[in-house]
């Protein structure tokens, strides 16, 4: 049986756990070979300070079966205008059976055309920023649309894993995984989304969102201009 080849694209100022989320879940896919990506092999510096180390260049990774590609704040704005990456991505997902997102690493897709007329969620604090690069936004947690699949902000990595699993290795795969890695949620607060959050918390953050919105909506609309 030739090995399933799953694809995670890295990037400076990522957020590591939109990689490692579902990294972690995906990795316990039965006849899988992993592949982490970046330019080059050196350490690929994250947003919380934990460095992480690439297994493929572009040029020497193989055909991938799912290529996922995480998101970041600053580090997706930066990567939404980065050529290689995108004509990366842009080559993976001719053949990929799954070109997929965590979070914010949605508009690097978008970025490479592949939202144009497609469903497709992000992080609740940029979902609004979708249409620009072609896409109607679902406010799911994760979003199918044919091959395409997207997930929502940060920790939706473990639920989009879970599903991805269930779809290539069969729903028994998938909670024999979810119970071995103890995905058992109950989170202290019932804060976890806009629609949850009290008053009083959504007026802490959201002006945070607000701002970084300004600067997403000009880094989307520089590549758009481009392409």
């Given at each position: ?16 756990l ?29 947003d919380?300070g ?10 020497g ?8 590609v ?11 205008a ?13 053949t990929?059976k ?28 940029y ?29 939706s ?6 599903e ?10 998938a909670?024999?995984?979810q119970?071995?890695?103890?995905y058992?949620?109950?989170p202290?607060f ?15 953050v ?12 000009k880094?989307?609309?520089r ?5």
């Amino acid at each position: 049986m030739a090995m399933f080849n799953l694809g995670f694209v890295i990037f400076p100022d990522l957020t590591q756990l939109d990689f490692t989320a579902q990294q972690q879940v995906l990795a316990r896919l039965p006849d899988s070979a992993m592949h982490i990506i970046a330019k080059t092999l050196a350490l690929v510096p994250s947003d919380s300070g934990l460095s992480l180390m690439p297994t493929h260049t572009f040029a020497g990774c193989p055909p991938l079966d799912l290529i996922c590609v995480p998101g970041g704040y600053r580090g997706v704005i930066q990567t939404m205008a980065d050529r290689d990456l995108i004509a990366f991505v842009q080559r993976q997902a001719r053949t990929a059976k799954y070109v997929t997102s965590v979070c914010t690493g949605a508009f690097i897709l978008g970025a490479a055309g592949l939202l144009k007329g497609r469903r497709a969620t992000t992080h609740w604090g940029y979902a609004e920023l979708l249409p620009l690069v072609g896409a109607t936004y679902e406010k799911r947690r994760v979003v199918r649309d044919g091959n395409l699949i997207t997930a929502g902000g940060v920790t939706s990595g473990i639920d989009f894993g879970l599903e991805m699993v269930a779809a290539i290795a069969g729903e028994a795969v998938a909670r024999s995984i979810q119970l071995s890695l103890e995905y058992d949620p109950d989170p202290p607060f019932d804060s976890g989304h806009p629609d949850h959050a009290t008053a009083q918390t959504l007026a802490e953050v959201s002006p945070r969102y607000a701002e970084r919105r300004v600067d997403f909506r000009k880094g989307i609309e520089r590549v758009v201009a481009a392409l």
